[in-house]
T-cell receptor, first 112, second 116 residues
Framework: AQSVTQLDSQVPVFEEAPVELRCNYS??????LFWYVQYPNQGLQLLLK??????LVESINGFEAEFNKSQTSFHLRKPSVHISDTAEYFC??????????FGSGTRLQVQP | GAVVSQHPSRVICKSGTSVKIECRSL??????MFWYRQFPKKSLMLMAT?????????EQGVEKDKFLINHASLTLSTLTVTSAHPEDSSFYIC????????????FGDGTRLSIL
């Protein structure tokens, strides 16, 4: 079965600083990877996804993630964060047509 | 595009009552819908996979008779928490996938269920 590990439960960072949220998944022949963001009392919003092709994927709000098969990682990065980026971030993985397996989440706390 | 609506967003009810939560795909046909449960400050746990016109597939440990799932059409799935008790209080989130592939999934805004 697929498993997803987010080692950091909380990441405090100052505004305009860079940030990296780590995600590792268990090895699979075919895997789809996702990052979702959740604001308080809301559902999940898809931030970016890796299905195939280029290993570097980007979102419209400046986040990017790189699929690294050898390290089984899909870390999320942003060169300069804003206060509005404060939220819970979930990494998720799926093999083929199976349901998503979520990591435990990382709380990004951007401080002024 | 790919909007999923979940209703109600919040419900508070007495112990012993049954609660129905609806999940609708507004602008696409969802052949597969998923129901997740999220405990406070925890990740999402898959409860069941729902395919239109067939019985839902429940994850291990999820009581089928407690959490009734119906997927009667390509745009609607419902989760009914029967005879709810305080331990059923949680945040329930549905997701739907568009087309023949399951990924990516589009999520509803969730339902905060509080049982008194």
């Amino acid at each position: 079965a697929q498993s997803v590990t987010q080692l950091d439960s909380q990441v405090p960072v100052f505004e305009e600083a860079p940030v990296e949220l780590r995600c590792n998944y268990s090895s699979s022949v075919s895997v789809y990877l996702f990052w979702y963001v959740q604001y308080p009392n809301q559902g999940l919003q898809l931030l970016l996804k890796y299905l195939s092709g280029s290993t570097l994927v980007e979102s419209i709000n400046g986040f990017e993630a790189e699929f690294n098969k050898s390290q089984t990682s899909f870390h999320l990065r942003k060169p300069s964060v804003h206060i509005s980026d404060t939220a819970e971030y979930f990494c998720a993985a799926a093999s083929g047509r199976r349901a998503l397996t979520f990591g435990s989440g990382t709380r990004l706390q951007v401080q002024p | 595009g790919a909007v999923v609506s979940q209703h109600p967003s919040r419900v508070i009810c007495k112990s012993g009552t049954s609660v129905k939560i609806e999940c609708r795909s507004l602008d696409f046909q969802a052949t597969t819908m998923f129901w997740y449960r999220q405990f406070p400050k925890k990740s999402l746990m898959l409860m069941a996979t729902s395919n239109e016109g067939s019985k839902a597939t429940y994850e291990q440990g999820v009581e089928k008779d407690k959490f009734l799932i119906n997927h009667a059409s390509l745009t609607l799935s419902t989760l009914t928490v029967t005879s709810a008790h305080p331990e059923d209080s949680s945040f329930y989130i549905c997701s739907a996938s568009q087309g023949p592939e399951v990924q990516p999934q589009h999520f509803g805004d969730g339902t905060r269920l509080s049982i008194l």
